[in-house]
């Protein structure tokens, strides 16, 4: 029962993570100053050695910690797409979200976001049910207090609550849920639980039942429709810094545990696995038609966005859905260049869109007029972010989607109806995007114009760089799906 040094190795990353924590609250007990600057700085530095420590790490295949967690090349490449985006997420806090932050809530603010990330970590690094449930709520938790962090904003206290009450019902019904794949066959280990299913041969009515409820709790996490309601007000209620975080790194990880359950459970039985690709493909074509059109009407540019996510996550789980029948290996490729590509997109987007808050107030769609002419380093990476959303080249949205189409495409059959409705979406998502893009580059603001300061546009278009190298040399990132892909399926018996 004593962990040994190989269960350590698999957390060394959520050990520095934990260590800046403590760091975090212990300071201004030991100096009695509460400086935002110093949570920010012990938080930076706490993601870029756990980023680091994510390349010298040692693995050696297999389950720890008496199989609860998983350590392999899968869970590396998860970590590091994470720690990355952190590293933007903490450096648009210092960029903008700074100045409207008192210094006092800061350690509270980087505590909840570590203690967050540890959770989503987790989350791409369990296959057991009790664990599934375990990092979840590690990971809502604080995510539920940093939606509403902004006190004295009516708005984000209103989202905080939404976001909270659709948490504990998804919760709920995921753990109950878990209790009827427990109460049929006496674990909640999913390997084990496919083996028992491809032993008996086929699958009971309450086992169906129970992992269409788990499936409920992780659309919550992922914004899947029906459970997508909470996402446009929580995205525009908080902070962007909040608001980017809630939109990647929530999604990402609930896309990734799928996809682990996925992929153990595809070879058990055929029946119960066709059943859940339809059922998964159905709700991928829902979701991205609704968060398109969704976005057609909004005037809110982080609404926008979020509406935008929304109709990602549809993108996603089609490829999600092509993992459940036989190309494995191919569709895990697939999804972990989308989830990369997925991060320069959001973070570029999310980054542009604080700067026009911070400088006009509000994220409105006029306050976007003329914003080539103020600020055309930010202008620029937002154009080049929302571009490659809608999937056209030279950037790396277009490969993330053109691959996710050729994937349903050459699975044959009723698979052509998803393709085509990831190609009509994206023509549906020019409408919204090229409003934006009009109002910055073909408008004349209507305010004043502002001086631009010396860092305005270093994030978005640190990102646009990162979008071009990937449409460019996509063979790395590839390379390195490709073995993360082969690791999710050929993970060693306990």
Known sequence: LIPTGRDWVALQSEIVLTVAVIGILVWPVITGRRSGRVSGLIAGTGVVVAYGLTWIRSIDPGYV????????????????????????????????????????????????????????????????????????????????????FRKDRRVSAEASLKFVLFGAVCSAVMIYGMSLLYGVYQSLDISVIAQMIQTRGEVELAGIFGFLAVFVGLLFKISGFPFHFWTPDVLEGTTADVAVFLSVASKSAGIILLARFATLLGPCNEVLMSGMAITVGIVSVVTMVIGNLGALQQTSVKRLLAYSSIAHAGYILSAVAVVMPTA?????????????????????????????????????????????????????????????MIGLPPFGGFWAKMLVMVLCAHQGGWWWVITASIAVNSVISVGFYGRVLRAMYLQKSTGPVFGIPKTTGLIPILCAIGLVISFVALSPLQQTAQRMSQQFRTLPSR
């Open 65 to 148: 910690f008496r199989g609860l967690l998983v350590n392999d090349p899968a869970a590396v490449f998860w970590e590091q797409i994470l720690m990355l985006f952190m590293v933007g997420v903490v450096g648009l806090w210092f960029l903008v979200t700074r100045r409207h932050v008192k210094p006092g809530d800061s350690p509270e603010f980087f505590t909840l976001l570590l203690i967050s990330t540890i959770g989503m970590m987790l989350m791409g690094q369990t296959t057991h049910l009790l664990m599934a449930v375990l990092v979840m709520e590690i990971a809502s938790m604080p995510s539920y207090i940093l939606a509403g």
């Open 328 to 388: 494995i290996d191919q569709a895990m490729t697939v999804l972990g260049i989308y989830l990369a590509i997925y991060l320069f997109m959001q973070l570029g987007a999310f980054a542009a869109v604080a700067e026009v808050e911070d400088r006009h107030g509000n994220d409105h769609l006029t306050s976007f007029q003329g914003w080539s002419m103020q600020s055309p380093f930010s202008a620029a990476g937002l154009a080049v972010a929302m571009i490659s």
